[in-house]
């Protein structure tokens, strides 16, 4: 086996809350030289940045996962991966097809910016990103994994989780990996959520400024891939999860 050093959860100028600098090329070079080995671009109920992302990481030999933070109808936030930026695009559709009619208020909630592979602002994405879409938690699981991908609840100790919106996690979802924010302690988190003991904890740097790109755990894996990756949300096989301690 082998440890990956990994950030999964982190937002480029696509989210309206991403800083203006987290471009695609900067994103990745602040990742090299933080020694990330595995990234994952997760932009808000868009994926508009990936193929960008793809582009750079080729040229500095860092591995991608295709992501994207889907904003389920109960306004729980959820990461979702896949194996390809082909399904990641067909699940893209899917939650454009599913956003309201609302266009982006700029002004209140951030530009929405996709960028073209010179790294420069291309155009801007209209859909209101900031909104919830209209899958439910369980809907957006299921289509998640009918394209080959996996799904992890977003941050679990604030807001827009699954224990802020419903207080628990439903068990027919059968998750085995959630994540809780980079500042939160597994050990405190547990004394107030002693239930959770039985899932494998995921942190990430959940990055909107270049100067928080950071990994927070390692993969344990045979060798980079999809069925890698996704055997080590799942826990098999002795793949695994494994917070750096800080």
């Not at 194996?83 to 990641?88: A, T």
């Not at 097809?97 to 609302?102: E, I, K, P, V």
């Not at 979802?173 to 239930?195: A, C």
Request: proline content about 4%.
């Amino acid at each position: 086996m082998i440890k990956l050093k990994a950030d999964l959860h982190l937002h480029s100028v696509l989210s309206p809350c991403g800083d203006l600098l987290m471009t695609p090329a900067e994103i990745i070079k602040k990742a090299k030289k933080e020694k990330i080995d595995v990234l994952a671009l997760t932009d808000h109920n868009s994926a508009e940045n990936v193929e960008v992302l793809q582009y750079y990481a080729e040229q500095y030999n860092l591995k991608i996962i295709p992501a994207m933070e889907a904003e389920t109808k109960e306004e729980i936030h959820i990461l979702c991966y896949f194996p390809d930026i082909k399904s990641l695009l067909n699940w893209q559709e899917i939650i454009y097809n599913n956003l309201s009619d609302q266009e982006n208020d700029e002004d209140f909630f951030g530009a929405q910016i996709k960028c073209g592979y010179d790294d420069e602002y291309q155009s801007k994405i209209n859909y209101l990103l900031a909104a919830s879409v209209n899958l439910s938690l369980e809907k957006v699981v299921e289509k998640v994994k009918e394209l080959g991908g996996i799904a992890v609840p977003s941050h679990l100790d604030r807001k827009h989780s699954i224990i802020s919106q419903l207080g628990f996690i439903p068990p027919e979802l059968s998750f085995i990996t959630v994540e809780i924010s980079k500042n939160t302690e597994p050990k405190s988190f547990l004394r107030q959520f002693p239930n959770f003991n039985e899932f494998q904890f995921m942190q990430n740097s959940d990055s909107h400024y270049l100067k928080e790109i950071k990994a927070y755990q390692n993969l344990i894996v045979e060798k980079f891939s999809f069925s890698e990756f996704k055997k080590a949300v799942e826990k098999k096989d002795g793949r695994k999860i494994e917070l750096i301690k800080t």
